[in-house]
């Protein structure tokens, strides 16, 4: 650890001084605690830092008008215009590889839930389905079963390991939560949690922000601190020792995440690529999200400020958003990619700035909350390692099917749990009344199709387990001919009663415990 006098003179050399301000008035613990802080930041780069952030914050968004290009079409794959030929070669390419344990999943759950409102990680979080599933367990789910998915296709045993960023903020909250939930059914070994760095946050002067007399405001280095964390935690060796070629990165917030997608997977393999990112179309020109594009010719995501309205609002000949590849954080990359990234251009990745308000002790020692945003936190973005690929190819999906983030609390426009729960039961509801489901809603009254059924609206409960369907097959024998009443977990015990009663019959069925299970009447 460091010493006090080797941390004076460092942060005296970067402008800092004021860090150890309060120095006589702390205990023997709290001096422990802050030495301990300071010994895990970059403190050779730490005036480099301060200013860039500072000088960040204040310089005008940049425009790229002249320079954007939409991706090419021969880089560009979809579930929405691939024909079912082609989407059924890039899932049996997927699943091929899966089962040769040569996939993993990278979650991205470094963030904290400020806008959720909440003091635990987001993956904790309950967004009020009828089971009281989390985040997590829901991931955890498709992960078992995409891998008993591919075990039944090739016969094999195979593991999909889970790999989990995670923050000063959220690993030991996420390793508590695992274990008392018995890593959802999942090998503990192959649940791997490492940490990411934290950085300070600044004033708009580029001085260091004092949570308290003896802490630093800190805050994660942006899900784009993957690449550091990588070696830091020597994580790309673990999966060269599991033989993982292949990674499906995602953020955790996003309840429809198809984790470890085949065909994604099959998509990007079959095309030899490096990188390769998800993407759905922008709602609206103006929708607040980045764009995949190209600038001067290089693959990146160019926010959505950086696009001026008449460049967005532009539209091709059939009516199509010409830069409508809107981002999700959602991508793939070869293990070799992450490695040539870790080794060569980790350091080289763009600083994005997020203004916030950082409660902080002024001058005096005196607890603020501030009213305004006061400081800057720098992060870097996981996407910005899209410029350094060979084979950049985007993966066009359906908004319905694969995107809906957990990100405000209720009341808030959009992306809140109401919201990211009803599209959960919408997509649910979608699938049983293809399989032939009847389903009824609260009165009793019939649900006439799947259009009746809005994410935006308040949905039917009826909910299917990750461990029943991973993206709605398999339903028809289970549901075809019956008749549902809602709220209905369709869980594993769930299925297999149904599918025991043979021919079918009304179901009469009164209510589901918060299990899954049902009551006969």
């Not at 021969?74 to 989407?87: A, E, M, V, W």
């Not at 934290?198 to 802490?215: E, H, N, W």
């Not at 964390?229 to 990165?249: F, P, S």
């Not at 190819?393 to 809140?416: C, H, I, M, Q, W």
């Amino acid at each position: 650890m460091l010493s006090l006098e080797a941390a004076g003179r460092a942060l005296e050399r970067a402008g800092q001084a004021h860090v150890l301000r309060f120095w006589p008035e702390l205990g023997a613990e709290q001096r422990d605690r802050l030495l301990l802080e300071l010994s895990q930041v970059d403190l050779g780069g730490l005036r480099a830092h301060c200013e860039g952030a500072a000088q960040a914050a204040a310089a005008p968004p940049r425009s790229l008008d002249r320079r954007l290009e939409p991706v090419p079409p021969d880089s560009i794959g979809s579930t929405k215009t691939g024909d079912g030929r082609t989407l059924a070669g890039w899932r049996e390419e997927g699943q091929l590889q899966i089962s040769k344990n040569r996939v993993g999943v990278l979650l991205l759950a470094g963030g904290q839930g400020t806008r959720l409102g909440v003091q635990y990680p987001k993956g904790m979080y309950d967004v009020g389905l009828p089971s009281g599933k989390s985040l997590y367990q829901i991931q955890a789910e498709r992960i078992h079963k995409v891998q008993e998915m591919s075990d039944r296709k090739y016969g094999s045993k195979c593991t999909v390991p889970w790999y989990i960023m995670t923050s000063e903020f959220t690993l030991t909250p996420t390793e508590k939560f695992f274990k008392e939930n018995n890593f959802f059914g999942l090998e503990p070994s192959n649940v791997v949690m490492f940490e990411q760095r934290m950085i300070p946050a600044v004033t708009f002067d580029g001085k260091i922000i004092l949570q308290s007399k003896g802490k630093m405001a800190m805050a994660p280095d942006g899900n784009g601190g993957l690449y550091q964390a990588l070696v830091d935690n020597k994580v790309l060796e673990d999966m060269e020792k599991r033989g993982v070629e292949y990674l499906h990165v995602y953020c955790v917030d996003n309840i429809l995440v198809k984790v470890a997608d085949p065909v994604f997977i099959g998509f990007c393999v079959s095309k030899g690529t490096d990188c390769g990112a998800k993407v759905v179309e922008k709602a609206y020109p103006a929708e607040p999200v980045g764009v995949v594009c190209r600038v001067q010719g290089v693959s990146q995501v160019v926010e959505y400020s950086e696009i001026p309205p008449e460049t967005a609002e532009l539209r091709g000949p059939g009516g199509e958003l010409v830069f409508r590849a809107g981002n999700i954080c959602n991508h793939f990359f070869t293990r070799a990619f992450l490695q040539e990234v870790a080794e060569k251009y980790k350091d080289q990745l763009k600083q994005h700035v997020a203004i916030k308000k950082v409660p902080f002790v002024d001058s005096c020692g005196n607890q603020v909350t501030p009213t305004k945003p006061n400081g800057i936190k720098m992060e870097k973005f996981v996407f910005d390692v899209f410029p350094f690929s060979r084979t950049f190819v985007v993966f066009e999906v359906v908004r319905e099917e694969e995107f809906s983030p957990l990100k405000n609390a209720d009341g808030a426009a959009k992306d809140t749990p109401t919201t990211a729960r009803n599209s959960l039961l919408a997509q649910h509801c979608s699938w049983a009344t293809a399989a032939g489901a009847t389903l009824l809603d609260a009165g009793g009254k019939a649900l006439q199709s799947p259009a009746s059924v809005s994410a935006g609206n308040c949905s039917p409960a009826f909910e299917i387990s990750p461990l029943v369907s991973y993206f709605g097959e398999g339903l028809e024998d289970i549901l075809k001919e019956r008749t549902l009443p809602t709220p209905f977990i369709l869980d594993e015990k769930t299925a297999k009663d149904l599918q025991a009663r043979i021919p079918p019959q009304r179901d009469s069925l009164d209510r589901v415990g918060r299990g899954g299970g049902f009551v006969q009447e």
